[in-house]
Nanobody, 120 residues
Framework: QLQACGGGLVQPGDSLTLSCAPS????????MAWYRQAPGKQRELVAR???????TYADFVKGRAIISRDTAKNTVYLQMSNVKPEDTAVYYC????????????????WGKGTLVTVSS
C-alpha cells in the first residue's frame, strides 16, 4: 500500500510538496508518478519519473513542478510552485513495484490520494 501525504489547503501562488512511499517492504521500484483528479473530471497524469531519473510533465505543470525520487527510501516527491485554483484536486501516487523477488513483472500500485485545495 502506498501512503501519500502533504496535501491540504494552500493559497494561490504558494508552494507545496507531496510525498509518497510504500507502507511495507518492496523488492524494487520501477517508474513512479503523480496523477490528479479534480471534481467531475477524469484522472490525469501530472508527472512521471523513471527508475533512471527521466522525468515527464503534463503541460499544465511544466515550469511549476518538480518530480523526484529517493531510491533508498522508495519515495516519490512532487514539488509544485505558484499553485493555482485549478490545481485543486485529489493527488494520487502511482508506482510500478516488485513487492518480492518472486514477482518478475512489476505491478501497478496506487495510493489512496491526498486532497489539495488551492483557495484564498
Amino acid at each position: 500500500q502506498l501512503q501519500a501525504c502533504g496535501g491540504g489547503l494552500v493559497q494561490p501562488g504558494d508552494s507545496l510538496t507531496l510525498s509518497c512511499a510504500p507502507s511495507g517492504y518492496i523488492y524494487s521500484a520501477d517508474s513512479m508518478a503523480w496523477y490528479r483528479q479534480a471534481p467531475g473530471k477524469q484522472r490525469e497524469l501530472v508527472a512521471r519519473i523513471t527508475s533512471g531519473g527521466v522525468t515527464t510533465y503534463a503541460d499544465f505543470v511544466k515550469g511549476r513542478a518538480i518530480i523526484s525520487r529517493d531510491t533508498a527510501k522508495n519515495t516519490v516527491y512532487l514539488q509544485m510552485s505558484n499553485v493555482k485554483p485549478e490545481d485543486t484536486a485529489v493527488y494520487y501516487c502511482n508506482m510500478l513495484l516488485r513487492v518480492a523477488i518472486v514477482v518478475v513483472i512489476p505491478q501497478e500500485h496506487w495510493g489512496k490520494g491526498t486532497l489539495v485545495t488551492v483557495s484564498s
